[in-house]
């Protein structure tokens, strides 16, 4: 399927974030931000995250209620990724897109079966109201990290 | 198709450890120690290897060229992994078999879609002589760390 469009919905999804074996419904209400990235642990998205992590209370500040991150592992990863990259903890939340079903649901899917084995998800960034699609980037290269910068959406928000 | 037996040839494979773009051909030469995990970071997983870790200078002691450990998951997620195990480094060496290849031709895969999004390996040990399996033991359930365990290894050599 295609990208996901501006002002489109954002299909509803249960996600999982502390745990293997349990999900809850992703909440979007109000102004979200939503990131996508191909890998945890991967060199340009330990580049990428720090500085939602540096920057979480400007994003909330700017009345972000959730920066949500997505990548295609299992949560055992994400949280291991997280407090490599905030051993004193963040706001950010890491979610484990396991199967890559909500990447795919918005059309970002990455086939990164050469360098990662398999379906992973492009680098992108939503900002969201509610579960609309407010802007959406999509980098044109996945190592890339230019319109789904912190900085470069702080201000579009 | 089933799990390898005793006496059978282990496939000639070409494994990933330090990149992501480059592989290279699994050395069976002499006596060597295989170990398959289920998930990189699984509390499991965390549990098992330390003792491979702290007892590596017995396995080299007993003959053993290499111990390797497979997962199914990135390279950059087995070093990030070998790196929070092992601090101070090791000789372990930690295969990243990202699409489960490997494993797969052993018969050793695992589907763990619920737990960890996909396909992943058994707990499982074999103790090569060459190329041959020279004996093979494999946990009933994945979380089990008994006849896989470093200590219970060190006996059957």
């Known amino acids: ?9 954002i299909p ?9 074996d349990s999900t ?9 931000v939503l990131i ?13 995250l720090p500085e ?17 991150v997505f990548a295609v592992n299992d949560t055992f990863v994400t949280k291991a990724w997280k ?4 051993p004193e903890g963040t706001g950010v939340r890491f979610i484990a897109d396991d199967q890559g079903k909500f990447v795919s649901s918005l059309g970002l899917q990455l086939d ?6 398999g379906l992973r998800s492009k680098r992108w960034a939503i900002i969201a109201d509610d579960d609309k699609v407010s802007k959406i980037f999509v980098e044109d290269a996945p190592p890339n ?9 702080l201000k579009e928000l």
Request: proline letters at 5%.
């Open 52 to 68: 939602f992590i540096a920057k979480y209370d400007e994003f909330k500040a700017k009345g972000v209620n959730n920066v949500y």
């Open 36 to 48: 996508g990235v191909p890998g945890a642990f991967t060199t340009p998205c330990n580049g990428h």
């Open 145 to 153: 990290v230019t319109v789904t910068a912190a900085g470069a959406l």
């Open 24 to 32: 809850s419904p992703l909440e979007l209400k109000g102004k979200n």
């Open 83 to 86: 407090e490599f990259l905030a």
């Open 112 to 117: 990164a079966t050469g360098l990662l084995g």
């Open 1 to 9: 399927m295609s990208i996901i469009a501006q002002g489109a919905t």
């Open 12 to 20: 509803a999804a249960d996600v999982k974030e502390n745990a293997p």
